[in-house]
């Protein structure tokens, strides 16, 4: 009997009419491109969940990448260059390059060799007051910029801010009060900021009291 039913298991196999032949599976087959592509050809596949393919139509053949791998591919490879570094310097050969090096390539462009002889140039020169300036305004700049938007957050927040009584009830600030305590921080903001930045763009050092 075993071997009966194996023998009629192998024929509906063979003329694929088993269960497991003719089980419908419910899912997703991506279309058929039956269009006929040029050599250079590129094209779109967009799959259901969004991500989206490139094809691209070689000799006798297709190439298929995500959409975006070649601006990545460009973007990492500029976001580890040094392009500011010496032509003699050795590391731009080696790619040896330590975290330290990472650090001044993120603000300066350059290796921290690359910088150290750069900066000597500029004492030599007697430009170096002036690089420093310019290193410490950039810097403010960028460092109020973000602190505006900060103020503009805290301001925000203030408005929805409650203080309790002693009976347990809760009140919030006045407009009123708002108002005069808003136009103090904004004081201060700027008083702070003209005080460190005023003096470098006059030209002026800072100095520690």
């Given at each position: 009997m075993s071997k009966?039913?194996?023998i009629d298991t192998l024929n509906k196999m063979l003329a694929g009419e088993h269960r497991t032949q003719?089980?419908?599976v419910i899912g997703y087959t991506p279309p058929v491109d039956t269009k006929k592509h040029e050599v250079g050809d590129i094209w779109d596949e967009v799959l259901p969940d969004g991500t989206i393919y490139e094809w691209e139509q070689k000799n006798g053949y297709r190439v298929k990448r995500p959409k975006n791998l070649k601006v990545l591919s460009e973007t990492?490879?500029?976001l580890q260059e040094y392009p500011n570094c010496y032509d003699t310097c050795?590391?731009?050969?080696?790619r040896k390059y330590s975290r330290y090096d990472n650090n001044t390539r993120i603000i300066h462009g350059m290796c921290l060799d690359c910088l150290a002889k750069y900066e000597t140039e500029l004492k030599i020169k007697g430009e170096f007051?002036?690089?420093?300036r310019k290193k410490k305004l950039d810097s403010l700049t960028a460092l109020f910029?973000?602190?505006e938007v900060e103020k503009t957050i805290i301001k925000e927040s203030l408005k929805s801010v409650a203080y309790a009584n002693e009976d347990g009830s809760t009140e919030k600030w006045g407009s009123e009060n708002l108002s005069s305590l808003f136009e103090k921080i904004d004081t201060d903001f700027e008083n702070l900021k003209n005080s460190l930045i005023e003096p470098l763009l006059n030209g002026e050092e800072q100095t520690n009291k």
């Open positions: 009966l039913r194996n003719t089980k419908t990492r490879s500029f050795e590391k731009k050969i080696t007051e002036e690089y420093e910029k973000d602190a």
